[in-house]
């Protein structure tokens, strides 16, 4: 019997000791050496990087209140929007980013100001320091006086852009701050084969994820997507106010007009969503103590769990040719929304409209103010691919649109949009309304109640607004 196990090669062992998984692997595996065994590692949890504990904030407590110094302040009514201050670890926010931020909902004005109280002076800050948290901020804007003399430190009905759609884009005037990062947030070198080669819309993704290499904010190459700047949803906005100039490829069809490389980056799929959230945008910022180039940063608008201890206030990494005018663009795009405790405050607003391709200044009423507050073609800025897009001509009556990217998956309301038909031969776009548009063929306040509406044209020149009676 023993001779027999002996030919065979088996141990007698194997009947007397209890078949194990090991026996049974050492029985077809005789005389070899040990191999590595696997290892579980514990779970990866996250954890703050030190850089952000000694230098942001992520305290959803630190905000900072802009004003309208020409408003009541009873019930908050003269309160402008709100930014959170995640600058400094006990609270701060870049000066420049919030004196933009203003300029931009007050129609494009660049030589605005802050002060502490509705008629005080200009505060003694540099371009880049720190607003301080519990402290509330009135901006002002420079206006000429019937003398013809600046005026400053005095409260002023100066008019405010209510929504996105409304607001037009500033060409050849863009903040100082912006300016001196032309031509791009990076410029690629000189050279042939460096230059960028303009490609089919079908093709835009692979061609921004082949430019950039990864996301531009954390440098990951697993799940990047391509990121429109200026958001596909806004279409009309972008052909009415002829942001085509900044493409790199100016043969694009109306319908794949903004399927522009340089209206595009790279970003990994949940910053992506992050982004259309309005989560976050990009800003220029330089370090006053230590003098240092202005580059473009993430700066969080919303509190986050990970994404702004990780991000906030890190400059994004090269992106050949993308254009500054469509980073504030999308600056713009994410902070009209924060003016709807403004307009639906309960008063009377002095707003700046575009009525039938012209921009005027009106005295809107508290309720036609309210309509703009749910007003958005869409919550969020993707969109499908326009070859997807319907092609019925009908109207939407309806109210509610659900937010597929939505956390929560909650409702936004907003107003009936119209679909648009195929442009005719003389170039102009047929629309279904049954009332006075004003921007792109939507129309928010009523045709009668537009028409009785004081008419006050503006007239913004170098040092502010030119009101004439």
Known sequence: MICWFAFWGISPRLFKDPITTSNIYNFHRPNMPDLPSLSIRPPNLYSPPAFARTSISNNPSHIIRFRHPAYPSERDGNLLFILQAYDHPNGGLHHETARVACGIVTGNVWDGYFSLTPGGPPIDIGRDELLLVGTDYFFHVPYTGSNNTLVQGEPFLYPVCPVFQHWEFPHHNLPPSWVDLLPGPSRPPAGPTTLPVPMAPSALTSAVISRDGSCRISGCRDGVECAHLCPR???????????????????????????DQYNAIALRSDLHGALDRRSFTFVPKATPVEPSPIQFVTHMLQQTSEIGPLYHNTSILPSPGVKPEFLLTRFAWAIFPLLTTFLASGSGRNLILVVENKRVEKMVSATECSRFCGYSRSSQSRSISPRKRK???????????????????????????????????????????????????????????????????????????????
């Open 233 to 259: 949803t806004e279409d009309e906005w972008f052909t009415s106010n002829g942001m085509a100039q900044y493409n790199l490829n100016h043969f694009l069809s109306l319908d794949y007009i903004m399927d």
């Open 391 to 469: 092609t019925t001509n009908s109207v939407d009556d309806g109210y509610e649109n659900t937010d597929p990217d939505s956390d929560e998956g909650s409702s936004v309301r907003t107003p009936p949009t119209v679909k648009r038909q195929r442009r005719t031969l003389s170039g102009s776009w047929a629309r279904k309304t049954n009332s006075t548009p004003l921007c792109g063929g939507y129309s928010f306040l009523g045709g009668d109640d537009l028409q009785n509406l004081t008419t006050v044209e503006c007239d913004r020149g170098r040092t502010g607004f030119q009101r004439r009676s």
